[in-house]
């Protein structure tokens, strides 16, 4: 298991609790040079335009990104617009007060709740495949016992009773065609005579 530093967790002045936050924090740090470069931040109307669709499209999720929106939220209340006409942000995030006071128990959590968390995903997954499984087999005995074609459990009454079809049939034909051969003869009689 790899232990992440402090240094690797720290950007931008936060300490971020995984890799990934850390990730996206140091992204969301180029987006903001990009936009501060490329776009002309004296004109209101560009950053009431860059603050509508950074909220639109949740392109800062980190304290870092948070505080950039910040920046244009004070920017657009200080041209004169009124707060109340102003979209706030949101926090897609809930705050829990939990003390790390070195990153090994930070990380031992993290491993436990992702442990716990594989964990249920693979009870979940067995008890779904589980009963899958269990109707594919109510189904194939539904099919067996009830099903018109022969299988291993009706093959025996399935035969006998295609073969005693076939002995029925045999009979009846040779009835009838005894049957034709008897009026035959009589006929053969009556011209001869007998």
């Known amino acids: 298991m790899q232990t992440e530093s402090k240094e690797d967790l720290t950007v931008g002045g ?5 890799h990934t936050d850390a990730e996206i924090a140091r992204n969301e740090i180029k987006r ?3 936009i501060e470069q490329k776009m002309d931040m004296t004109n209101m109307n ?3 335009g860059i603050y509508k669709k950074a909220l639109e499209s949740r392109t800062f999720q980190t304290p ?3 505080e950039f929106m910040h920046s244009l939220y004070d920017s657009i209340v200080k041209s004169g617009m009124k707060r109340e006409d102003i979209q706030p942000i949101p926090l897609y995030t809930t705050f829990k007060r939990m003390d790390f006071s070195s990153s090994h128990i930070r990380q031992e959590t993290i491993d436990k709740e992702s442990e716990e968390y594989k964990l249920r995903v693979k009870y979940r997954n067995s008890v779904l495949i589980s009963g899958i499984l269990g109707a594919l087999v109510i189904i194939m005995l539904l ?3 009830r099903g018109t074609t022969p299988n291993a459990i009706n093959y025996k ?3 006998t009773n295609e073969y005693a079809a076939w002995a029925q049939e045999l009979s009846e034909k040779e009835d009838a065609l005894r049957e034709k051969e008897h009026d035959l003869e009589e006929r053969e ?3 001869l005579g007998y």
């Not at 936060?14 to 995984?18: D, L, N, S």
């Open 14 to 18: 936060y300490v971020f609790a995984t």
């Open 32 to 34: 903001i040079a990009y």
């Open 46 to 48: 560009v950053i009431t």
């Open 157 to 159: 009454a399935a035969v």
């Open 143 to 145: 099919v067996m016992f």
């Open 189 to 191: 009689a009556k011209l």
């Open 64 to 66: 870092i990104g948070l």
